[in-house]
């Protein structure tokens, strides 16, 4: 049994603030009274988390500093912004809670990626932020070079794709970290993939909800959890679920 639970990738939808459509989509309500009430009822230990801008959150950032501020302390932002945001901005999101800059290459939304080396180097030198990157690994050769380039990456969903799988490994190898969430959006067996994950590096690897799991093929489920705590030793297990995190996140 998991002592504690760091939720490493979350996602917070209140309609009180802009929402754009994305492809046509706008998801369902999600408040942080909705998050707390289907972790409650999960029986999860939540001690702390990552609240994730979505594509359809753009560049807005009210929604995510009210989230943090009615979360409270153990819990992190990470954000979209675009290239010309300035530093006293940066700065004042990082004094909120904000630890990382996302890229979303899977559905937009986000700064675009020219500006991944310049705008991933200026934040982690600026607050230490890192790269967050919702993205195909099938995707991941034509942006490796630049990739390198960054202090640290963090790849959403296992990558997504079994045929670019092959691709997430030496990123791994190099420092990468990956974030096992949202499984039901990966098209190979996730457990295998987690494997050879924590066979290069035990801290490579970040455990998230997803939830409310907005546009996969199923919602988060708690036997998505047990595919850690089953198939895993406790000490690695508690890794993947809370240390890892909170060291990625500084928490």
């Not at 990739?147 to 691709?167: E, M």
Request: glycine share 8%; hydrophobic share 45%.
């Amino acid at each position: 049994m998991l002592s504690q639970f760091f939720d490493a990738h979350l996602h917070i939808i209140d309609p009180r603030y802009p929402l754009n459509p994305n492809n046509g989509y706008i998801p369902p309500t999600f408040t942080v009274a909705d998050y707390r009430e289907r972790v409650a009822a999960l029986h999860l230990n939540v001690t702390g988390g990552a609240v994730v801008s979505g594509s359809f959150q753009g560049f807005d950032q009210q929604y995510l500093l009210a989230a943090l501020d009615a979360l409270g302390p153990g819990f992190v932002g990470v954000t979209q912004i675009p290239a010309n945001t300035t530093d006293e901005e940066i700065v004042a999101l990082h004094h909120a809670g904000v630890r990382a800059v996302r890229f979303n290459i899977q559905r937009g939304g986000s700064e675009s990626i020219r500006y991944l080396e310049l705008l991933g180097k200026r934040v982690y030198d600026l607050v230490k932020w890192h790269v967050e990157l919702y993205v195909d690994s099938r995707q991941l050769p034509g942006i490796s070079t630049t990739l390198r380039k960054l202090p640290r990456i963090v790849i959403d969903h296992l990558g997504l794709s079994k045929a670019g799988f092959k691709h997430l490994l030496p990123l791994v190898e190099k420092g990468a970290i990956v974030k096992a969430t949202g499984f039901s959006r990966c098209d190979f067996d996730v457990v295998t993939a987690m494997r050879q994950i924590t066979a290069i590096n035990p801290a490579a690897l970040v455990f998230g909800t997803d939830l409310p799991s907005t546009r996969a093929p199923k919602p988060f489920a708690l036997a998505d959890l047990e595919l850690i705590t089953k198939n895993f030793p406790l000490p690695l297990a508690e890794k993947i679920c809370s240390d890892n995190a909170r060291a990625l996140y500084h928490e």
